[in-house]
Structure formats: structure tokens, C-alpha cells
């Protein structure tokens, strides 16, 4: 048997489903690309993938060791009208989600018939699901694992975050779907896969509480991720003007909030003392154009549309203040970019951004009601604009947090050594949530 030394340093032969995963795309797809790329710098990695992002992934060149291309040409066919015809290409659209539910069972399927023989034979030491991240979506390959010869290990997952309570934000954008959510808990595999998995990685205090009852092989490895330009690119210096620059990032739609935002930042913009930048475009534009215009703010904020990803983290980098109060946030991969970009954060205590966000890196105010969570940033800005000191020593902490905790070679990591336990071949790590929220214990 090797020793712990060699455990640690040991190449896994991960055979990792990640359909869809994509290096040119945003979101989802990119994490999941990114985290299957980090990995691969450890591991042998074998990724199974759809064809739609195969070109993609060829093209980055990653260190994978190979790259299965699972096809179902009729079942796509299907994904792909309805995509186009019934969803209007709505990535947000919880429908969609539970239209993907089927599809990923049956990709599984295929995956299982074509990597069997492999697996039986010995070629891996385990199956990783990255993705889908939604909890919602089960996994077969528990089930087909549940007696061995190899162990499955799940996640990061992340999702089923409830909406607040009292925020006119999150009823508009609340959709039907969202009251149906629980029956996922009676679809195919649904009970297996909690119960066969080795161990599942969860992407958020919340997710963590959802499987409480399987308490003892859940561990919290963040949901988002920076890149190695991002990690190893020169830390910001000290950056002092006497303006606070604040800035919000993120589509222009309800539950984002970037109304609250701008309400809260109205006072220090009216008496001169902060310009605002806004990033992002969506159907709340007008309205929010209309609402700097009766606060008597428009000429000191700007809204720029899309940026591409480049030039908005060089917006981070010039900016002194992230204001994003979103009120339904799973990870929250701008509040990431912006702690690394040097940009303190102010957001909502809530979902991703809640977890990643600590008082010595920026703030969390409390989601009470809409006058209580403007007056709150109202007052966090206030005390910045007039204490500089304070904004630099935030700022210096959070780059140097970001950096350490949130790398993906950092999360590739800690995957590692929960896939060590899983093949009982190291110690439980210790990954508890940030939020020590109650885990119901099995009964």
C-alpha cells in the first residue's frame, strides 16, 4: 500500500461526465470546462461530453487523456427544435431545466453502455459528475455503481434556492415551475443517487442543507471559480481618487436588483462623491434608465450594455465598489471576479454570494425588506466613500482571498482529496459550509 505522501501526489484515472461543458461559452458550461481542465492537470482524465461543445474542447487543447463523444442524434434533434421553437433560447427558463432532466438520464444510459466494459476492467478509479449542477437532476451511474467496482462521487451541485420573502424583484421574476420543484424527489434514480453516491460535493450552504440527512459524505467546495489568467495576473495596487467608483455587473432583470442598487448609491451620487457604472443589458434597462432619471442621478451613471469577459474585469479592476444585491444568487461568479479584480463587495447575505462574502473582505446586508436593504448599503457606501483606509485594507484582503480559495487548481484540489476518501485511501476532509446551517442527521 502506498503511504500518505504517495496518496497525495498519486495520478487518479477520473473518468468524468461533464455533457455540455464548453471553454468558449459562459456560465455553467464554462465552470464546468474549467473545473474538468483543472483537474485534468492532476489526473488522467477521461471526459464524456455531447457532441455540441466537442470542437470546442479540441480546440482548447487541454491535458484530458481522452475525450469520449456520447451521441444521440434523434434525442437531439428533439432538444434542439425545442430549444429554438418552444424556449426562445431562455437559458433561464426553469422549464428548460426540467426538459434537460430526461435528456441527461439518457445520456447516462449511453455513457453506461459504452464506458461499461471499461469500468469493469479496471481502467478508472472512479466516475465524477460535474454537471448538470442542478440538484434536480439525478444520476444513473449511482445506481449502476451502488455494488462497485468503483465509487461515484457527485457535484458540485447547487440550486433550489427559495425566493425571499417581501421583495417585489423576486415575484416578478418567480416563475410557475418553482412550486413543482419538490417532485423531483420521485423521478427515476432520484432516491439512488443520493444513497449510492460516494460522496457529494455541494456548491452552497443551502445545497449542503438539502442533503443534510446524508450528512456524513457531504462536503462544500464553491460553485464558482478563477481562471489562471485571473490567479496569476499582477495584484491591483493601491488605487485612490477622490470619487468612490462603484459599479454593478449582471443582466438587467428583476431578481438581480440592480434598482437597489441605485437607490442606495443615489445619495453620495447626488452630492458628487461616487460615479456608478453599470454592465449588463436585459429587459430591465428602460426602466432602470427611467429610475436614474427620477432620482436625478443620470449623469452619473453610466450604462454600458455587454462587455465581453475581458473588458469586464478590467471594469473590476478600475472599480472601488461591486453593489449587487441580487436576491436569488446560486454562486455568484461576478462577486469571485470582483473580490479578485480588487473590487469590494457589498451583497445581499444570501445564496452564493452570501457564502463567499466575509467581513474582512466586503459586506452582507441582511434581506429584511427593499427600504431596510437600501438604507443598509446606503449607509456601508457612505462610511467607504469617507474612509478610504478601510476600502484599501478590504481590497488587499479580499484579492489575496480570492486568489487562494477560489482558483480552480485550488478546487481541483480539495475534489481530490474528497475523491482520496471516497476510495478510502486518505482522511475526511474537512470542508463544512461557510454558513454552519442545522444538517438533519439520517434517521
Same mark, same amino acid.
Given at each position: 500500500?502506498?503511504?500518505?505522501i504517495d496518496?497525495s501526489?498519486a495520478?487518479l484515472?477520473?473518468?468524468l ?8 461559452? #459562459?456560465t455553467? +458550461? ?13 489526473h488522467?482524465?477521461?471526459l ?10 479540441r480546440r482548447?487543447?487541454?491535458?484530458f487523456?481522452?475525450?469520449?463523444? #456520447?451521441?444521440?442524434?434523434w ?5 434542439? /427544435?425545442?430549444?429554438? &421553437? ?5 437559458? &433561464? @427558463? ?13 445520456f447516462? /444510459?449511453?455513457?453506461?453502455?459504452r ?16 454537471l ?7 444520476s ?15 457535484g458540485?451541485l ?5 425566493w425571499? +420573502? ?14 413543482l420543484r419538490? $417532485? ?16 457529494? #460535493?455541494?456548491? @452552497?450552504?443551502?445545497?449542503c442543507a438539502?442533503?443534510?440527512?446524508? /450528512? ?5 467546495v ?8 485571473v490567479v ?9 481618487t477622490?470619487?468612490?467608483e ?5 443582466? $438587467? ?12 448609491a443615489?445619495?453620495?451620487?447626488? @452630492? ?17 434608465e427611467q429610475?436614474?432619471?427620477? $432620482? ?7 450604462f454600458h ?10 471594469r473590476? &479592476?478600475?472599480?472601488? =465598489?461591486l ?7 446560486f454562486?455568484g461568479?461576478?462577486? =469571485? ?11 445581499a447575505d ?9 467581513p474582512? =473582505? ?8 427593499e427600504?431596510?436593504? =437600501?438604507?443598509e448599503?446606503?449607509?456601508?457606501l ?7 483606509d478601510? %476600502?484599501?485594507? %478590504? ?8 486568489r ?13 482529496a474528497?475523491i482520496?476518501?471516497?476510495l ?20
Amino acid at each position: 500500500m502506498m503511504d500518505s505522501i504517495d496518496q497525495s501526489t498519486a495520478r487518479l484515472r477520473i473518468l468524468l461526465l461533464a455533457p455540455g461543458c464548453n471553454p468558449e461559452s #459562459i456560465t455553467i +458550461p464554462l465552470e464546468g470546462y474549467s473545473q474538468a481542465e483543472a483537474l485534468a492537470r492532476l489526473h488522467d482524465v477521461t471526459l464524456v461530453i455531447r457532441p455540441s461543445s466537442e470542437d470546442a474542447i479540441r480546440r482548447a487543447k487541454a491535458p484530458f487523456r481522452a475525450v469520449e463523444v #456520447i451521441r444521440m442524434a434523434w434525442l437531439e434533434h428533439i432538444e434542439a /427544435w425545442a430549444l429554438r &421553437r418552444i424556449f426562445k433560447f431562455n437559458y &433561464r @427558463s426553469q422549464v428548460l431545466t426540467a426538459f434537460g432532466v430526461p435528456i441527461s438520464l439518457v445520456f447516462e /444510459w449511453y455513457t453506461w453502455r459504452r464506458m461499461r466494459s471499461r469500468i469493469m476492467a479496471g481502467e478508472f478509479d472512479v466516475v465524477l459528475r460535474l454537471l448538470p449542477l442542478s440538484t434536480v437532476c439525478p444520476s444513473p451511474f449511482a445506481f449502476f455503481l451502488r455494488k462497485g467496482p468503483i465509487p461515484f462521487v457527485l457535484g458540485p451541485l447547487n440550486g433550489g434556492l427559495p425566493w425571499p +420573502p417581501g421583495f417585489s424583484q423576486a415575484e416578478n421574476q418567480k416563475q410557475w415551475i418553482s412550486g413543482l420543484r419538490g $417532485l423531483y424527489r420521485f423521478l427515476p434514480f432520484a432516491r439512488s443517487t443520493r444513497l449510492h453516491s460516494a460522496a457529494i #460535493i455541494a456548491g @452552497s450552504s443551502h445545497t449542503c442543507a438539502e442533503f443534510g440527512e446524508h /450528512w456524513n459524505k457531504v462536503f462544500y467546495v464553491p460553485e464558482n471559480g478563477l481562471s489562471r489568467s485571473v490567479v496569476l495576473s499582477e495584484l491591483r495596487g493601491s488605487h485612490r481618487t477622490s470619487k468612490l467608483e462603484l459599479i454593478f455587473v449582471g443582466s $438587467l432583470v428583476p431578481f438581480k436588483a440592480c434598482d437597489l442598487a441605485l437607490r442606495a448609491a443615489a445619495p453620495l451620487l447626488r @452630492s458628487d462623491l461616487a460615479r456608478f457604472t453599470v454592465i449588463g443589458d436585459g429587459p430591465e434597462r428602460n426602466r432602470l434608465e427611467q429610475l436614474a432619471r427620477s $432620482l436625478g442621478i443620470e449623469g452619473r451613471v453610466s450604462f454600458h450594455g455587454l462587455l465581453s469577459h475581458a473588458e469586464t474585469i478590467e471594469r473590476l &479592476r478600475f472599480a472601488d =465598489v461591486l453593489v449587487f444585491p441580487s436576491l436569488h444568487e446560486f454562486g455568484g461568479a461576478v462577486v =469571485v471576479e470582483a473580490l479578485a479584480a480588487g473590487a469590494v463587495p457589498v451583497v445581499a447575505d444570501f445564496g452564493g454570494p452570501g457564502d463567499n462574502v466575509h467581513p474582512n =473582505v466586503g459586506f452582507k446586508v441582511t434581506l429584511s425588506n427593499e427600504s431596510d436593504v =437600501v438604507s443598509e448599503i446606503e449607509g456601508i457606501l457612505e462610511r467607504l466613500a469617507h474612509d478610504k483606509d478601510l %476600502l484599501e485594507r %478590504l481590497r488587499e484582503q479580499g484579492m489575496s482571498y480570492a486568489r487562494e480559495s477560489f482558483a480552480w487548481d485550488a478546487k481541483a484540489q480539495s475534489i481530490t482529496a474528497i475523491i482520496h476518501w471516497a476510495l478510502r485511501r486518505g482522511p475526511k476532509p474537512n470542508l463544512p459550509p461557510p454558513k454552519m446551517l442545522h444538517l438533519k442527521t439520517a434517521r
